[in-house]
């Protein structure tokens, strides 16, 4: 899958776009924008600006691009045909005087999510959140016997996926303190986010007829970035037994650029080996080319800007580094499972991996974990210290793949403020 289009000398006449941390034209994802007071339409991110597809098509430099991008994310010939075109109109300066007028500054520019989600479903395929969270309930026996062998997962809200950028009202709901005897209703007092990919479901299956192993990574349309907004007191009270539902469905942000799986062949990573001791997953989600090679080389990164340092101009502060290799399952093992029992997964339907984070101090993927349960409140540099998350705290979520050999690309912004419950 690695062709010209991933060359770390190829050139670009788009200024500011070679060397850009993100959009190299070696990344080329696709999604829907709207340019100032216009409505909106497909569009790829190169740099800091984003080209318009639909007038370059109009103007005959690009072949017919479906208005929904749905039908880019399921077909693979679609996106690589796309890639390649992009590519060659973006990299060679003959196009650039009929391509240029088609260029808006992303700055301008409103994101929207790609696709219209159908349904949305999150895994928790972090390992070292899954311990670590499991700690803070069972210290001695922190996963649950299933963890090992089931890609544990839940049902989310689709309704409520908004695009970076989007605020988020903190929400209310019932909770109960340890001490009380019975639940008030309120705005959470235990905000928090959780770092996780997002998979973008392409082809899909007809209900009834799982995805095996072997083909699900041809089921997956592109990755995005996803913060699982969580309100651990509703959480707490609510889930059992049927598990999360009012404390995670208010909202969840992701980044609305649309990397392909073409773009991040470079950086493609086996498997992790499972630790000795641990079972072999089931024949159903065991894959050789899938171990070899269904794992992500990306580097992940939390920050956080709180009004105060907004105030004083301070730039956000890093809570986070994790990388996305710390995930016990693979993507194609996330799709496999979820379609093993007929259960049909429709092009721009979107999967959480659950919370990334890292073995170490400084790589956890959540508030919950970075304070051990509100515990120890995270210092940050400003003398300010966070447990969960305030009014007017900003969080931003970044993703950036890089490789030996080969221009590094990122993923965009994933950005949302908290606003004061209503
Ligand atoms: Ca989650």
Redesign the pocket.
């Given at each position: 899958m690695i062709d010209a289009t991933h060359a770390a000398d190829a050139a670009c006449w788009v200024p500011g776009a070679e060397g850009h941390p993100d959009f190299p034209i070696q990344n080329l994802p696709f999604g829907l924008f709207s340019p100032p007071n216009e409505g909106p339409r497909p569009g790829v991110a190169i740099g800091d600006a984003i080209i318009e597809l639909t007038a370059l098509v109009a103007a005959g430099l690009a072949q017919q691009v479906p208005a929904d991008l749905a039908v880019v994310l399921a077909t693979q010939p679609l996106r690589q045909s796309l890639r390649r075109q992009m590519f060659q109109l973006l990299g060679d300066d003959r196009y650039r005087p009929a391509a240029e007028p088609y260029l808006h500054a992303a700055a301008d520019c409103a994101l929207h999510v790609p696709v219209r989600i159908g349904d949305y479903s999150?895994f928790?395929a972090g390992i070292h959140h899954a311990v670590a969270v499991g700690k803070l309930f069972r210290p001695d026996n922190p996963l649950l016997p299933n963890y090992k062998y089931v890609p544990i997962g839940y049902h989310g809200r689709a309704s409520s996926i908004v695009a970076s950028g989007a605020d988020i009202v903190r929400p209310c709901g019932q909770l109960k303190a340890l001490d009380a005897e019975t639940p008030v209703f309120g705005p959470s007092q235990r905000l928090d986010f959780?770092l996780?990919l997002g998979v973008w479901i392409g082809p899909g299956n007809a209900m009834g007829q799982p995805i095996p192993i072997a083909n699900a990574a041809q089921h997956i349309g592109g990755y995005c970035l996803l913060n699982?907004w969580?309100a651990r007191d509703l959480q707490a009270w609510e889930y059992q037994p049927l598990g999360p539902f009012l404390a995670?469905n208010f909202a969840t942000t992701i980044s609305p650029w649309i990397v392909t799986p073409e773009a991040l062949a470079p950086f493609r990573l086996a498997q992790a080996p499972r630790p000795d001791g641990d079972p072999a997953p089931l024949p159903y989600l065991w894959d050789e080319t899938d171990q070899a090679s269904g794992a992500l080389k990306l580097d992940l990164t939390v920050a956080i800007q709180t009004e105060a340092m907004r105030a004083a101009g301070l730039a956000p502060h890093v809570l986070s580094r994790s990388e996305a290799r710390h995930l016990y399952w693979t993507p194609a093992q996330l799709v496999a499972h979820h379609a093993s029992n007929g259960c049909n997964l429709r092009p721009g339907d979107l999967l959480?991996t659950?919370?990334i984070s890292g073995p170490e101090d400084g790589s956890q993927g959540s508030l919950l974990e970075l304070s051990m349960g509100g515990k120890k409140p995270v210092s940050l540099p400003n003398g300010e210290t966070r447990a969960f998350l305030q009014d007017q705290d900003t969080l931003i979520l970044s993703a950036r793949a890089c490789a030996e050999g080969y221009a590094s690309i990122g993923f965009g912004p994933c950005v949302g403020r908290i606003l004061p419950a209503v």
């Open positions: 999150d928790y959780e996780e699982d969580s995670k959480g659950g919370t």
